[in-house]
């Protein structure tokens, strides 16, 4: 846009200090980022062994292994999403194919928003003493914590898609004579498997980053099992075991690597969020 | 036929209808736990006292259970992060929401996914081992861990919700507000900040009460950067938050001990705290849709 000579000086004095501020607070915002990314990755790449990934702790060898970390992670991850993926994808599912009544939709509705502003350390005080109470402090505690946590956003992106659904497969299946429980299986299901994958990736990031929810309710043992024995005995993540091991034993060098391998987590996962929502929405515009 | 369909067709619906409310269970699970747990504490400790009294001393021979401490900071620690985070996701937004190349936009946008996605623990290592020494040499204080800390901490945690909701509140405003805007011969940067911004200003009010939910709820990172001692809040002195609070003595409190009771109370605060966040949000939430 051309300089008009009719904008006055005190003018331009505000839409200079205007873009100032914007350019700074800009470059402080991807400043930040960088420099996060760079100086974990920095700090702990150097720290990550083979050694480190695949042993366990041990005071007779005097090392510290993460393995039972990564490992009670991944065990966490599934377990929740083995039960957060039907109750939030029926929840959407009830509220946009079978509800009828509007205030028990906004009910609904309003409860999930609730659910997702409470903060993490409140729910792993509450999965502390309800799950932890009655299954013992465990990863199984710590993955039906996760599942509440996570409800709103499975639930959330679910719905989104089935709402794209168009309105004319259900009534065109309506019209050969197909029940409502049919159509909701063979037309609308299919439709929302985008929605789905992409809430179970946002999902897989919130978990990974997880550790009030889970210091309390899974605890931060160090101890390699299979899944069925693991999801039962307690178990410290990749995040309480950073955590103990920067406050509680000083163990910086190990702490770094942890952050630098959950860093690296997040940076997939955020790449795997974006690759997918481009592929599903190729296969829409088709 | 028809009779074991319909019967079929109920019966789902039925299953769905419980799946839907698992929801409202859990909100209810919740609070009356919070609920249930926290009344006994504040009963034997007295309202008055527990929330205002200034000071809290859990393990000493005559305990005193007094939280202000906790509540005050967590107030001025979120006020702090607020007043830091604010300015820079709200100018940082009005740049993304209508003056970024697309391209330069993808990366802005990539960088704030990324300063969503760190986890917690991660912030509070780098605070721990850059902020914290680095307080304690360029003021001159004997221990960097501080309120101070924390602020910078949750400032920059906050930053991404701030930014996401108001990037959303600016682009939704109607393309006729700038368009009359720069017919009448403002500039497009005169535009954005005084036609454009102020009609988002129920959407930017919604990240900000966002933002003042997630500072206050945040655990893990203050609980590295804060210190932990109960006093009354100072910027360079040694803190600790309503979710500090909590989390530290559980572990070492006897169960149905007064202590533990008192630690149930305080989350039960929090707890009402965040409820009181929640309902501030869905207000401005519900107006920046109409």
Known sequence: MQKDKSVSNSRKAYIGAMKGMMALSVAVTCGLALFLILY?????????????????PSVLADRIGI????????????????????????????????????????????????????????????????????????????????????????????????KTVPQSYREGAFGLGAGKWRVVRTVVLPGCIDGVVTGCILSIGRILGESAALLYTAGFAHVLNGFFAGIRSSGASLTVAMYVYAKDRGEFEIAFAIAAILMMLTLAVNLAAVLVGRYFKKRRSL | MRKQQKFMENFIHGVF?????????????????????????????????????????????????????????????????????????????????????????????????????????????????????????????????????????????????????????????????????????ATPIETYFRVSAPAAKSGIAAAVVLGVGRAIGEAMAVMMVSGNVPNMPGLF??????????????????????????????????????????????????????
Request: proline residues 5%; aromatic residues 8%; positive net charge.
């Open chain 1, 40 to 56: 974990v990755l920095y700090k702990g790449l150097p720290n990550i062994t083979w050694e480190l990934l695949s042993t366990k």
């Open chain 2, 17 to 185: 209808l419980l799946l839907g409310l698992v929801t409202v269970g859990c909100v209810l699970l919740i609070t009356v736990y919070l609920v249930l747990s926290g009344i006994p504490g504040i009963r034997r400790i007295g309202v008055f006292s527990f929330l205002f009294r200034s000071t809290w001393e859990s393990t000493a021979k005559e305990p005193v259970f007094g939280i202000l401490p906790f509540i005050l900071t967590s107030i001025y620690g979120t006020a702090g992060a607020i007043l830091f985070g604010v300015p820079i996701g709200f100018l940082t937004a009005v740049y993304l929401a209508k003056l970024a190349p697309p391209k330069i936009k993808a990366i802005v946008e990539s960088a704030v996914s990324l300063l969503a996605g760190i986890p917690s623990v991660v912030y509070g290592l780098v605070g721990m081992l850059i902020l914290v020494p680095g307080i304690r040499k360029l003021f001159s204080v004997p221990d960097g861990a501080s309120l101070l800390a924390a602020i910078i901490v949750l400032a920059v945690m906050i930053l991404p919700s701030i930014i996401k909701v108001s990037v959303t509140a600016l682009e939704a405003v109607p393309q006729e507000y700038e368009d009359a805007s720069l017919a009448l011969g």
């Open chain 2, 237 to 290: 002195q040694s803190v600790r938050f309503l979710t500090t609070a909590v989390a530290s003595e559980m572990s070492y409190s006897s169960a149905g001990s007064l202590q533990r009771q008192a630690l149930f109370s305080i989350a039960l605060v929090l707890y009402l705290f965040i409820l009181m966040i929640n309902a501030a949000l869905n207000f401005f939430l519900k107006r920046s849709k109409t």
């Open chain 1, 67 to 162: 393995l039972p970390d990564i490992l009670n992670t991944i065990y966490i991850i599934i377990a929740t999403l083995l039960v957060v993926l039907p109750l939030g994808v029926g929840a959407a599912i009830y509220l946009t194919e079978y509800a009828a009544n509007p205030r028990l939709v906004a009910g609904i509705e309003y409860a999930a928003e609730t659910l997702s502003g409470i903060p993490s350390i409140i729910y792993g005080f509450v999965g502390m003493m309800v799950f932890a109470g009655t299954l013992g402090t465990s990863l199984l505690a710590g993955a039906l914590t996760l599942v509440i946590m996570n409800l709103p956003t499975i639930m959330r992106t679910a719905q989104e898609s089935l």
